[in-house]
Antibody, heavy 120, light 106 residues
Framework: EVQLVQSGAEVKKPGESLKISCKVS????????IGWVRQLPGKGLEWMGI????????RYGPSFQGQVTISADKSINTTYLQWSSLVASDTAMYYC?????????????WGQGALVTVSS | IQVTQSPSSLSASVGDKVTITCRASQNIDSHLNWYQQKLGYAPKLLIY???TLQSGVPSRFSGSGSGTDFTLTISGLRPEDFATYYCQESYGTPQTFGQGTKLEIK
């Protein structure tokens, strides 16, 4: 059974840093991509970026380039999404999702989501 | 690539047939996917490469189109189908989502 298990909900203050994680297990493809998707409260889905844990090839959406860092540790099948200085508008649900080795394929499995709240 | 999804909301009854459309700003061949999201849950893949049904998805869901114009059709709505639906292009990067269509019970 494929599982993407994300780290728990976070409450942070503006200016703080944060790193959330997504651990993949049971995925039948040895090579895959992991993506991150943001959902602002009551809003739609936004594609943040993806990483290939095998070679660290990383692509960012234009709204997120320079705002977040996506990284991966292939040895523990875990991918990370990191902020160096949070702002209130980062308050959202963040989902990770897998994609098979071909980048044009869809996100086939999703994590449960991690709610990040940034408030003073 | 911009993706325009319509309508933004839709009211229908159990048993109805509904269609949601998605238009890409340039040719994306068949690299268009559809997801269903229920309130409080992660999205779920329904259809990929425009018309391929993901394993386990009921056959009342179907997709069509290529190039720039695509449709998701649900034939014979069931109560569990009332949710929000998103299209997503996966032709290049970024891989933009549509704005979503909220399907509500009439």
């Amino acid at each position: 059974e494929v599982q993407l298990v994300q780290s728990g909900a976070e409450v942070k203050k503006p200016g703080e840093s944060l790193k959330i994680s997504c651990k993949v297990s049971g995925y039948r493809f040895s090579t895959y991509w992991i993506g991150w998707v943001r959902q602002l409260p009551g809003k739609g889905l936004e594609w943040m970026g993806i990483i290939n844990p095998d070679n660290s090839d990383t692509r960012y959406g234009p709204s997120f380039q320079g705002q977040v860092t996506i990284s991966a540790d292939k040895s523990i099948n875990t991918t990370y999404l990191q902020w160096s200085s949070l702002v209130a508008s980062d308050t959202a649900m963040y989902y990770c999702a897998t994609k098979q080795h071909l980048i044009r394929l869809p996100f086939d499995y999703w994590g449960q989501g991690a709610l990040v709240t940034v408030s003073s | 690539i911009q993706v325009t999804q319509s309508p933004s909301s839709l009211s229908a009854s159990v048993g109805d047939k509904v269609t949601i459309t998605c238009r890409a700003s340039q040719n994306i061949d068949s690299h268009l996917n559809w997801y269903q999201q229920k309130l409080g849950y992660a999205p779920k893949l329904l259809i990929y490469t425009a018309s391929t049904l993901q394993s386990g998805v009921p056959s009342r869901f179907s997709g069509s189109g290529s190039g720039t114009d695509f449709t998701l059709t649900i034939s014979g709505l069931r109560p569990e189908d009332f949710a929000t639906y998103y299209c997503q292009e996966s032709y290049g990067t970024p891989q933009t989502f549509g704005q979503g269509t909220k399907l509500e019970i009439k």
